[in-house]
């Protein structure tokens, strides 16, 4: 299983962004998905989760800029984020389950500038 994301880059404040992440491979048993980022010098933290049924789940300081969706067709994960700030700037992971075993992006990098 490999996962692909993409979508980051250098935005200004204020800005939306759309990050997607393919799962190719063996990916008919995806279930549970998630995006994580992780911050120059801070660890690694979850921003949202989505069942395969759709039912998501955001931490608690992510609730209303983050919108994370799925679309099993295509075996992709997107996070949509609204209103970027200078503290969004993060590398962003899509993280998913397949069967009992958790799988990892490379990452995408978001830069948010003021």
């Known amino acids: 299983v490999q996962l692909q994301a993409s979508g980051g880059g250098l935005v200004q404040a204020g800005d939306s962004v759309r990050l997607s992440c393919v799962a190719s491979g063996s990916v008919s048993r995806l279930t549970a998905a998630a995006w994580h980022r992780q911050a120059p010098g801070k660890q690694r933290e979850l921003v949202a989760r989505i069942s395969r049924g759709g039912n998501t789940d955001y931490a608690d300081s992510m609730e209303g800029r983050f919108v994370i969706s799925r679309d099993n067709a295509k075996s992709t994960i997107y996070l949509q984020i609204n209103n970027l700030k200078p503290e969004d700037t993060a590398v962003y992971y899509c993280?998913?389950?397949?069967?009992?075993?958790?799988?990892w992006g490379q990452g995408t990098q978001v830069t948010v500038s003021s």
């Open positions: 993280n998913v389950a397949i069967g009992t075993v958790s799988y």
